[in-house]
């Protein structure tokens, strides 16, 4: 008796396309992105539609690179973790959440101006 495996191949619908987009803003590497429920698909293939779509993986992570200490990575990554999000995107969030309100910025840096 011969069993068949059937992989089924999803269409890249518009929602599919934003979400895949979306993830890769977010700093997702392509095995997670692959993972997600709706984009459902393997690695390659995600790497292969963000191609076509002109999505790059590298252009995300190259503009947030940052170097930090040691102590500060793992603070950051656990902070990430727990919110499902790659260092940068988490620092990145951070930094988004902190130009949006001056009081918030000013307290944060405390000095003086």
Do not use: C
Request: a positive charge.
């Amino acid at each position: 008796m011969k069993i068949r495996t059937e992989i089924q191949k999803a269409r890249w619908t518009g929602d599919r396309i934003a979400r895949l987009g979306f993830l890769l803003g977010l700093g997702w590497d392509a095995r997670r992105i692959a993972d997600d429920p709706l984009i459902n698909s393997t690695p390659n293939n995600v790497h292969r539609q963000a191609q076509r779509f002109g999505l790059a993986f590298r252009a995300a992570a190259a503009a947030l690179a940052l170097r930090l200490p040691p102590e500060a990575v793992q603070l950051y990554d656990s902070a990430a973790a727990k919110r499902s999000l790659t260092r940068d995107a988490m620092i990145k969030l951070l930094l988004l959440v902190a130009a949006a309100d001056p009081t918030l910025l000013d307290n944060i840096l405390d000095d003086g101006i």
